[in-house]
């Protein structure tokens, strides 16, 4: 039974070492991890064909394992383990999908007798699994266009995730396709007949934020001439999916944090909280574990968005997709615009392969529009092509530039990338400035500034200032 893979998790070492001499008995292949958090790394990083958990764990405890492994890997049985039987544990587990239930003490007979189980049952849930996937014929895909392993991995985490409602971070560069992967979650769900509603969270105020999300009661302020339903009751049944997530301030955080713990919604001026069933997906191109270091977001809200990951690669790191999506959009370019473009040159094409894409495929899209709307014949040539940073080595222009968008989308991407751009100088200037003011004293510049030392040393990290190297110049 080698080919069987095993992962046993238990804070107990006695019985993890004993759960594996009796699966390696049997020529199992079994992996131990002391604590759910680590079994959830492990679930992450490869498949099981059977899980083994304790319930009764400091920290997180076998449930909420559970639960990830129906999000992660929903066609791997789990059969749960308890020094605590009772009826009320055992229905639990089973209702949260556990194929099976043991009691401390067992013998090796009866657990294997049980793992026996648990393996037939393994095949009736891959059916199952299988049929359910067939059933909602892989809808939203055609809005995706690469064939790299990079891309198989993020599609076979959207059909994994679809048939669930654990919450889903998507994390990726501008431009990567964030808001695809959420409506081919949404497509490919049991909720695909109900709303997708997108917000973007960096076009609005706070104020007017909040409002947006959780809805307002008449005369709740200046201005509120009328009761607004929020977007979380809109999308009740559906998918809301939280664009730039990253934007969101601390205050709204908090309320935000509440709803997804309760699953209630009060509105701005209400008393009482309203129900709500969503699935919810977030995304951002932004380290929210970075900003977590930093004091700029709340640890609790980031873990509770972060059940489910998903990281889109940039267009740079699968460049064998690029003849794909040039294909792509010249085709959808050529019958919009009306124009007869019957190729690429090559030398065009030599240059659109080797390219970075500081903007991915949003960026390769626009530049396809504009190359078939000014080509001059039936072939775009490299003249045709305009790259935003082909003169300055791959970076997106910067305000001084003369360069001035044409869609929405460039606009967009430019505001971002000067924002970043006069943020992080104004933080360089603030972090060197006190450094130099205490004599390079890491500590005391963070108690000076009043930033906790550990977020002065994020800081330091993310922009690449290295207090040893300026105490060698």
Same mark, same amino acid.
């Given at each position: 039974m080698a080919q069987f893979r095993v992962l046993v998790v238990d804070d107990e070492a006695v019985?993890?070492?004993?759960?594996?001499?009796? #699966?390696?008995?049997?020529?199992?292949?079994?992996? =131990?991890?002391?604590?759910?958090?680590?079994?959830?790394?492990?679930?992450?990083?490869?498949?099981?064909?059977?899980?083994? =958990?304790?319930?009764? /764990?400091p920290g997180m405890n076998g449930i909420e394992v559970l639960k990830a492994v129906k999000a992660l890997q929903p066609e791997a049985p789990v059969i749960m383990i308890t020094g605590y039987a009772s009826v009320d544990t055992a229905v639990e587990a089973m209702k949260n999908g556990a194929v099976d239930y043991i009691a401390k003490p067992f013998s090796p007979e009866q657990f294997l007798e049980k793992v026996e189980r648990a393996l037939e049952q393994r095949v009736l849930l891959l059916e199952e699994f299988s049929q359910k996937k067939d059933a909602i014929s892989h809808q939203g895909f055609d809005l995706f266009v690469g064939q790299s392993k990079e891309m198989q991995k993020v599609y076979h985490r959207i059909m994994q995730v679809a048939m669930t409602d654990s919450t889903v971070l998507v994390t990726g560069e501008s431009g990567t396709g964030k808001e695809l992967v959420?409506?081919?979650?949404?497509?490919?769900?049991?909720?695909?007949?109900?709303?997708?509603?997108?917000?973007?969270c960096s076009s609005l105020?706070?104020? #007017?934020?909040? &409002?947006?999300?959780?809805?307002h009661v008449k005369g709740s302020f200046t201005g509120a001439i009328q009761a607004k339903t929020g977007l979380f009751k809109v999308a009740d049944g559906g998918t809301l999916f939280l664009d730039e997530v990253?934007?969101?301030?601390?205050? =709204?955080?908090?309320?935000?944090?509440?709803?997804?713990?309760?699953? /209630?919604?009060?509105?701005?001026?209400? =008393?009482?909280?309203?129900?709500?069933?969503?699935?919810?997906?977030?995304?951002t191109n932004r380290s929210l574990r970075t900003m977590v270091a930093e004091g700029t977001f709340r640890e609790d809200l980031f873990f509770r968005l972060n059940i489910i990951p998903i990281e889109l690669p940039p267009l740079r790191e699968r460049k064998g997709d690029i003849p794909l999506l040039i294909n792509h959009f010249l085709k959808k370019f050529t019958a919009m615009i009306g124009k007869n473009i019957r190729g690429i040159s090559p030398d065009a094409m030599a240059l659109l392969e080797s390219y970075d894409y500081p903007g991915n495929v949003r960026e390769l899209e626009n530049?396809?529009?504009?190359?078939?709307?000014?080509?001059?014949?039936?072939?775009?040539?490299?003249?045709? #092509?305009?790259?935003?940073?082909?003169?300055?080595?791959?970076?997106?222009?910067?305000?001084?530039?003369?360069?001035?968008?044409?869609?929405?989308?460039?606009?967009?991407? /430019?505001?971002r990338h000067i924002?970043?751009?006069?943020?992080? &100088?104004?933080?360089?200037?603030?972090? /060197?400035?006190? #450094?130099?003011?205490?004599?390079w004293n890491i500590t005391r510049a963070a108690e000076e500034t009043g930033i906790l030392r550990p977020n002065f040393q994020g800081m330091l990290k993310r922009l690449g200032i290295s207090v040893k190297a300026q105490m060698e110049k």
């Open positions: 019985i993890r070492d004993a759960l594996k001499r009796i #699966l390696e008995g049997e020529r199992f292949s079994v992996e =131990t991890c002391v604590s759910g958090h680590s079994a959830i790394e492990s679930l992450h990083e490869r498949d099981f064909d059977l899980i083994v =958990t304790d319930l009764k /764990m959420a409506r081919a979650i949404h497509k490919n769900s049991p909720r695909s007949d109900k709303a997708f509603v997108a917000v973007d105020a706070e104020n #007017l934020l909040e &409002s947006e999300l959780f809805g990253s934007n969101i301030s601390m205050a =709204t955080q908090a309320k935000l944090l509440r709803v997804l713990q309760e699953r /209630m919604v009060t509105p701005i001026g209400g =008393t009482q909280p309203v129900p709500i069933n969503i699935h919810l997906v977030a995304a530049t396809i529009e504009r190359a078939v709307v000014l080509a001059a014949g039936e072939v775009i040539h490299k003249e045709d #092509l305009e790259l935003l940073a082909e003169d300055d080595g791959g970076a997106p222009p910067d305000e001084t530039e003369e360069y001035v968008p044409h869609t929405a989308d460039e606009l967009k991407e /430019m505001k924002r970043d751009h006069a943020v992080e &100088s104004i933080e360089k200037a603030f972090v /060197m400035s006190a #450094l130099e003011r205490n004599n």
